[in-house]
Nanobody
Framework: VQLQASGGGLVQAWGSLRLSCAAS????????MGWFRQAPGKEREFVAA????????YYADSVKGRFTISRDNAKNTVYLQMNSLKPEDTAVYYC?????????????????WGQGTLVTVSS
């Protein structure tokens, strides 16, 4: 599976961005997909995940109510709609494909990663 994240950029606080992650490979539609982020000097952290059907979603407490994850299996694409952005949301955002086991909240459960897209939120 190859993952290509896009949609990052510079936005003012309280603004919005939508990230996309296009996947190639036959396992996309059967896999949980996740978004993680890594700010400078910090560890990679979980942001959101979505089950293969889209019926179950998971969010970090820090983004709950502001971010929405969705997917279009026909387009092999997962999205992250980010609203009410804050300067602390500044990070490189990565999409990833989860393996068959492990928690959706843990990076170690994901086996394929995209290259990341930078989101910068100015105050």
């Amino acid at each position: 599976v190859q993952l290509q994240a896009s949609g990052g950029g510079l936005v003012q606080a309280w603004g919005s961005l939508r990230l996309s992650c296009a996947a190639s490979g036959r396992t996309f539609s059967g896999s949980t997909m996740g978004w993680f982020r890594q700010a400078p000097g910090k560890e990679r952290e979980f942001v959101a995940a979505i089950s293969w059907s889209g019926g179950t979603t998971y969010y970090a407490d820090s983004v709950k109510g502001r971010f929405t994850i969705s997917r279009d299996n026909a387009k092999n694409t997962v999205y992250l709609q980010m609203n009410s952005l804050k300067p602390e949301d500044t990070a490189v955002y990565y999409c990833a494909t989860k393996g068959y086991s492990g928690s959706s909240y843990y990076a170690a459960s994901y086996n394929y990663w995209g290259q990341g897209t930078l989101v910068t939120v100015s105050s």
